[in-house]
Structures are given as structure tokens and as C-alpha cells.
């Protein structure tokens, strides 16, 4: 909703968030935590060489399965050149720095309009150090992923920069990525 939809419904917004849904949306979590409960899903498919697929649609959240989707999200991953693709799209790694942004600023936002900070703007640049040699199986001394990430936010608004970091710190993917999360891989014949 934008802001002069927001004025024509009297919806009171802040920095693009509806301050009644949000306030809704707690309380209803905080009286029945079950609703609070969600499962994202997303398929893949290879296409070729570092090409393949993602389609991301359904979840289920708020006690149900959701379906106000009507088409899918579709995103492709690639390897660039100096590392055998074609650049069809962002290779895994970025996507994983685009994650990590994408949800440290809507976090970000969210929270400061809980708390009644107005944002102006977030601004961010990311930096991730991976080391192919664990990728490849050359050192086993090397991890496989990034070793380090780098986050550097700039951000608009009349609040301290410790209070804006503790605000991005409720980030589901900050979680996810700086204190990992277990994976049941399972690869089956087909």
C-alpha cells in the first residue's frame, strides 16, 4: 500500500508498514503462538552445466496453506564464466548475500515502525569471502562456504546505529546464517 492509498483508507503507515495489521498480527501470534508456525518451500531443477531452476509458490503460515500466489517466483542460478557457467543468473553464494540484505532491511523496517522510528532509507553493501578450495576438496582446512561476511548498512533515520543493528539482529536469515541451522539432506535415485 502506498502512502496516498494509505490517506484515502485512514491506514496509518510507517516507514510502508500498516500499523493496525502489524499490531493485529501480534497480538493474534501472541494469544495463539501456532499461528506463528510457518513452512516456505521452494523447488529446483538442473538445466545444465551450473544452470538450474528455482520455483518458489506455496507456504503454509497462519494455521493454513497459503494461496494468494497466483503465479510462482522464478529464479535462475549460474556460475560465472571463471567458474564454468554461462551467467544465466546470480550464482548460490550471491543469492545468499541478496537473502541476507533483503531480510536485514525488511527486518530492519518492520521493527523501527514497531517502535515508532521513521526510516528514510536503508542503503547496504555486502561482502563475502569463499576460498574454492574447500568447494573443490583441495584443503580440508578450508570451509566450503563463505569464511566471512561483511555487512555495511547506511541508514536514514533519527535513531542510534546500536538500536538500528539491534533491530536488524531479529533478521530470520542473520539467524540462520551466523548461528546455522540443521539440514536433513537426503539424495535419492529417481
Given at each position: 500500500?502506498?502512502?496516498?492509498?494509505?490517506?484515502?483508507?485512514?491506514?496509518?503507515?510507517?516507514?510502508?508498514?500498516?500499523?493496525?495489521?502489524?499490531?493485529?498480527?501480534?497480538?493474534?501470534?501472541?494469544?495463539?503462538?501456532?499461528?506463528?508456525?510457518?513452512?516456505?518451500?521452494?523447488?529446483?531443477h538442473w538445466?545444465?552445466?551450473?544452470?538450474?531452476?528455482?520455483?518458489?509458490?506455496?507456504?503454509?503460515?497462519?494455521?493454513?496453506?497459503?494461496?494468494?500466489?497466483?503465479?510462482?517466483?522464478?529464479?535462475?542460478?549460474?556460475?560465472?564464466?571463471?567458474?564454468?557457467?554461462?551467467?544465466?543468473?546470480?550464482?548460490?553464494?550471491?543469492?545468499?548475500?541478496?537473502?541476507?540484505?533483503a531480510?536485514?532491511?525488511?527486518?530492519?523496517?518492520?521493527?523501527?515502525?514497531a517502535?515508532?522510528?521513521?526510516?528514510?532509507?536503508?542503503?547496504?553493501?555486502?561482502?563475502?569471502?569463499?576460498?574454492l578450495?574447500?568447494?573443490?576438496?583441495?584443503?580440508?582446512?578450508?570451509?566450503?562456504?563463505?569464511?566471512a561476511?561483511?555487512?555495511?548498512?547506511?541508514?536514514?533515520?533519527?535513531?542510534?546505529?546500536?538500536?538500528?543493528?539491534?533491530?536488524?539482529?531479529?533478521?530470520?536469515?542473520?539467524?540462520?546464517?551466523?548461528r546455522?541451522?540443521?539440514?536433513?539432506?537426503?539424495?535419492?535415485?529417481?
Open positions: 500500500m502506498n502512502q496516498a492509498t494509505a490517506e484515502k483508507t485512514g491506514t496509518q503507515l510507517r516507514n510502508g508498514v500498516d500499523m493496525m495489521a502489524l499490531a493485529g498480527t501480534i497480538e493474534a501470534v501472541r494469544k495463539q503462538p501456532s499461528l506463528g508456525v510457518f513452512r516456505f518451500r521452494a523447488s529446483n538445466i545444465d552445466g551450473g544452470h538450474n531452476r528455482s520455483t518458489i509458490q506455496g507456504f503454509y503460515g497462519c494455521g493454513a496453506e497459503d494461496s494468494s500466489r497466483t503465479a510462482p517466483f522464478v529464479l535462475d542460478a549460474d556460475e560465472p564464466p571463471v567458474l564454468l557457467g554461462a551467467d544465466t543468473g546470480a550464482n548460490p553464494v550471491e543469492y545468499i548475500l541478496h537473502a541476507l540484505a531480510c536485514l532491511t525488511t527486518t530492519m523496517a518492520y521493527h523501527a515502525a517502535r515508532g522510528i521513521e526510516i528514510g532509507s536503508i542503503e547496504s553493501e555486502l561482502e563475502g569471502d569463499l576460498d578450495r574447500g568447494f573443490l576438496g583441495l584443503s580440508e582446512e578450508v570451509r566450503k562456504g563463505y569464511s561476511i561483511r555487512v555495511r548498512m547506511q541508514v536514514a533515520a533519527h535513531a542510534d546505529p546500536g538500536v538500528l543493528a539491534e533491530l536488524a539482529c531479529f533478521s530470520p536469515v542473520y539467524d540462520i546464517i551466523s546455522s541451522v540443521p539440514v536433513d539432506l537426503r539424495v535419492e535415485r529417481c
